[in-house]
């Protein structure tokens, strides 16, 4: 039996501004380095022993990552940083607090927006000009993706770098974003597509799976003590 465990980061700024981030590179709050330490602190309680932590190439997920191996004391294991595993980007609706669009725009399309799996929110008028993507084709930077576009850039990543980890025996630690690990789920527990709108990712709230050598689920567990 193999072990894969899921981790959302820590509250940012953002999720306690309750605004729309995405691709934003927004930090994390006091409240979120603490969640981090807790999922840490859980996670150093099941004795697991991880060869690798994978995490997308944005700070709030990357700090919360840093938290997590400290507390488990597994810094030793190598980081896989990946834009692959990036935040579900939000497009023009990004910055915006989630309660104005609601006013603005309809609790009904708002819940589209947000959680339905095939539909894009308003596109930006440019992609993203940043330096952790001036390497990349430009072809990888979305105005706006739907759930389903995100999954489409994250599979490849889990069937190419993770699972083959997983088939040999290999823990593996994934620290990400709430859509990113919405995805993942969606397509490890062969969710419909639209089921998935009721799938909700905690922050800081570790997700382990037990898998078998065809990683197959043969238990989840949800670690949680307390809210921070």
Request: hydrophobic share 40%; aromatic share 8%.
């Amino acid at each position: 039996m193999v072990k894969l465990v899921l981790l959302r980061h820590g509250q940012s700024v953002a999720n306690q501004k309750n605004e729309y981030t995405g691709w934003t590179d927004a930090p994390l709050t006091t409240k979120g380095e603490l969640q981090a330490q807790l999922a840490g602190d859980l996670l150093h309680e099941t004795k697991i022993v991880f060869q690798q932590l994978h995490t997308s190439v944005l700070s709030r997920a990357i700090k919360t990552a840093e938290i997590v191996l400290e507390r488990i004391e597994q810094n030793n294991i190598p980081v896989l940083k990946t834009w692959r595993l990036n935040e579900r980007h939000y497009g023009a609706l990004r910055g915006l607090n989630k309660d104005w669009t609601r006013q603005e725009y309809g609790a009904k399309q708002v819940a589209l927006w947000r959680r339905s799996f095939i539909t894009v929110p308003p596109l930006m008028e440019f992609p993203d000009q940043d330096r952790r993507y001036a390497s990349y084709p430009q072809s990888i930077l979305p105005r706006a993706e739907s759930l389903k576009m995100a999954s489409d850039r994250i599979i490849p990543y889990w069937i190419d770098q993770i699972a083959p980890q997983l088939l040999h025996g290999h823990n593996q630690l994934i620290v990400a974003h709430g859509s990113t690990l919405r995805a993942l789920i969606k397509y490890i527990e062969e969710i419909d597509d639209k089921d998935i709108d009721g799938v909700e990712v905690a922050n800081g709230v570790p997700l382990i799976y037990d898998l078998d050598n065809k990683l197959r689920i043969q238990q989840k567990q949800v670690l949680r003590k307390h809210e921070v």
